[in-house]
């Protein structure tokens, strides 16, 4: 791929539709992203759709007038980088907090850790239920 071919990748999840723009969004990638934006508004069902604007390092004039249209649509967005965040601000009035991808809450990671044990040690000859503090 050339450095300024658009890339919009899709990341289809339970929660939602998150659309990644990487690179510039000016000329064919404006084109490519309303055509992911169409093409995934027809599977949303009610589900919340994202734009993530992290990776993205410029906007151009047609790709401001898409990412209003966005969020007039309902859209929201996620822009770690400040000038994107004050172009989604301008655009929508609005940025999502940008959340750590790789983490999960540490309630969930306790409760796998628990529910693990609990099926592997008999198995594996420990404790399923350890002393808590130590």
């Known amino acids: 791929?050339?450095?300024?071919?658009?890339?919009?990748r899709i990341?289809?999840?339970?929660?939602?539709?998150?659309?990644?723009?990487h690179g510039s969004l000016t000329?064919?990638?404006?084109?490519?992203?309303?055509?992911?934006?169409?093409?995934?508004?027809?599977?949303?069902?009610?589900?919340?759709?994202?734009?993530?604007?992290?990776p993205a390092t410029a906007i151009d004039g047609r790709g401001k007038e898409l990412?209003?249209?966005?969020?007039?649509?309902g859209?929201?967005?996620?822009?770690?980088?400040?000038?994107?965040?004050?172009?989604?601000?301008e655009v929508a009035g609005r940025v999502l907090e940008p959340v750590e991808r790789d983490s999960a809450p540490k309630g969930l990671i306790d409760a796998v850790r628990r529910i693990a044990r609990l099926l592997l040690c008999p198995f594996i000859h420990c404790d399923p239920h350890p002393s808590t503090g130590q």
Do not use: C
């Open 27 to 54: 000329g064919p990638a404006v084109r490519e992203l309303e055509l992911s934006w169409q093409t995934g508004a027809s599977i949303l069902r009610g589900r919340e759709l994202v734009i993530d604007l992290s």
């Open 1 to 8: 791929m050339r450095q300024d071919d658009p890339d919009i």
């Open 11 to 21: 990341h289809d999840r339970p929660d939602g539709l998150r659309l990644q723009v």
């Open 67 to 73: 990412l209003s249209r966005m969020a007039a649509s």
């Open 75 to 89: 859209a929201g967005f996620v822009a770690e980088n400040p000038e994107m965040r004050r172009v989604v601000g």
